[in-house]
């Protein structure tokens, strides 16, 4: 007698494999503007997994989160315009500057906690956008910095969209491994009980800052690829606004799961792109939204479609 089993459904791996193969066929096929949102959300997208990394995964209130994205954007922007430095060389050098930012602010908030931590953070974050926005001969102030020279296959949106690409899928990757390693794990016990992880012998504020410094880095990648993709570089992205659409972001879609925070992402760039089209009160709408979440999906949309559906996989189980 043979016995059939039933085919499997492709696992996360095959599904992310299959999405990026898709998201790769979209220059070919789709308009100029669906390229530039698409690429838009992956940018963001990562910006929210990275922050998700020390809020969802470590349980900090990391509330001033873009000042490294801002900082990884604006330090590729100066070597080029200001110091002449090759555009690889800024790409590498806006990441790094940001985990170095990280690693500064990380030293002085981890010794407080919940409340206070993200209150320190938010003053020292708004410290670097006041020198942003007045250091005029080298960021240009509220004026920004346009017109930032880049690569000649950059200069065109595809070249900057399977760049966006190819930095996002690997980053992903990336995070993904750091949440299921060991220091991963760790970093979510000390979430759950930081004082009985340190009565176990765990160095608590070195796992913490060790998240906030790969948190910062990512968030710097994020910041030169949207450099990629826009060309110009402005104060408002070391703006704790757009830390809060960043925070936002991670709750709607989910911060007690990976891929919540990019879905969140995707979501408020739709929200964004649709609604705006038609009125400036877009906000309010994103407002309503999360009111509406809070309320039916604290968890978030990946949270809740995750819980029904361990809870329909139990309800099978207990029939069977």
């Known amino acids: 007698m043979t016995v059939r089993l039933p085919r499997s459904a492709p696992g996360p791996a095959g599904a992310a494999l299959a999405l990026l193969a898709a998201l790769a066929l979209v220059p070919a096929v789709g308009p100029a503007f669906t390229v530039y949102v698409l690429a838009l959300i992956m940018v963001t997208g990562l910006l929210a997994l990275s922050l998700n990394l020390v809020l969802g995964y470590g349980g900090l209130y990391q509330f001033h989160h873009a000042v490294f994205y801002g900082v990884g954007a604006y330090v590729l922007a ?3 315009t ?76 595809p070249g900057a969209y399977y ?33 009985r992880c340190q009565t176990v012998g765990v160095d608590v504020r070195a ?48 911060w007690f799961t990976f891929a919540g925070p990019m879905l969140g992402a995707a979501l408020m760039v739709a929200l964004r792109t649709v609604i705006g089209r038609y009125t400036d009160l877009w906000t309010m709408f994103v407002g309503i939204i999360l009111i509406l979440l809070i309320f039916f999906m604290p968890e978030g949309v990946v949270g809740f479609a995750l819980a029904r559906l361990r809870a329909r996989a139990a309800g099978a189980g207990g029939r069977g």
């Not at 968030?219 to 925070?247: K, Q, T």
């Not at 936002?248 to 989910?254: A, D, F, I, N």
Request: net charge positive; glycine share 12%; proline share 4%.
């Open 78 to 80: 100066v070597a080029v």
């Open 163 to 195: 760049l966006i690409l190819a930095v996002v899928a690997a980053s992903t990757a990336v995070l993904y491994l750091i949440v299921r390693s060991p220091f991963g794990i760790t970093l979510q016990a000390i979430r759950d009980n930081a004082q």
């Open 207 to 254: 796992h913490q800052i060790g998240a906030i410094v790969i948190a910062a880095f990512f968030a710097g990648v994020a910041g030169v690829l949207y450099v990629a993709l826009e060309r110009s570089v402005f104060p408002n992205l070391l703006f704790w606004v757009l830390s809060l659409e960043i925070f936002v972001m991670c709750l709607l879609g989910g």
């Open 82 to 157: 200001r110091g002449g430095w090759p555009a690889w060389l800024g790409f590498l050098a806006g990441p790094l500057a940001a985990a170095l930012a990280g690693l500064l602010i990380g030293w002085f908030c981890v010794r407080l906690t919940r409340l206070y931590f993200g209150m320190l953070q938010i003053s020292l974050g708004s410290l670097l956008w006041t020198v942003v926005l007045r250091w005029y001969p080298v960021t240009g102030g509220d004026n920004g910095i346009h017109d930032i020279p880049l690569p000649g296959a950059l200069q065109t949106l």
